[in-house]
């Protein structure tokens, strides 16, 4: 999404142009990385095009960002956080809740 400051050119395909859950990770400086995890496909979050996660990523000051998995397999998990350490309310059951995990087989570790 973005590299040195600049936008990267998207294509004007649905992934790009739709509201849906998105993870995106972004590198602040040499000190600081952000990662953002947004909910969609419910009535209370509607998810955001990339553009606009594009905007957002820009906004937090970010240099460069990546978009990583989204949709329903929107999950951020923090150990010791309440609700199995879901922190936000992935869609997979079609609830605003934190038991719409689903099931993946990629993670990013931060340790």
């Known amino acids: 999404m973005l ?3 600049k936008r990267a050119t998207l294509p004007q395909t649905s992934i790009v ?3 849906n859950p ?3 990770i972004g590198i602040i400086n040499k000190y600081k ?3 953002v995890t947004l ?3 419910t009535p209370e979050a509607y998810g955001m095009t990339l553009l606009k996660m594009t905007d957002l ?3 937090l000051r970010c240099r460069d960002a990546v978009n990583l998995d989204g949709g329903g397999s929107t999950t951020m ?3 010791g956080k309440p609700f199995n350490g ?3 309310m992935p869609c997979d059951n079609k609830k605003f809740d934190h038991e719409g995990e689903r099931a993946v087989s990629d993670v990013l570790i931060i340790k």
Do not use: E
Request: glycine residues 4%; proline residues 0%.
């Open 17 to 19: 142009i739709a509201k």
């Open 77 to 79: 998990w923090i150990n």
């Open 3 to 5: 590299k040195d400051k």
């Open 33 to 35: 990385v952000v990662l």
């Open 86 to 88: 879901v922190v936000n």
């Open 57 to 59: 990523m820009v906004s």
């Open 39 to 41: 909910d969609g496909r």
């Open 22 to 24: 998105r993870t995106s």
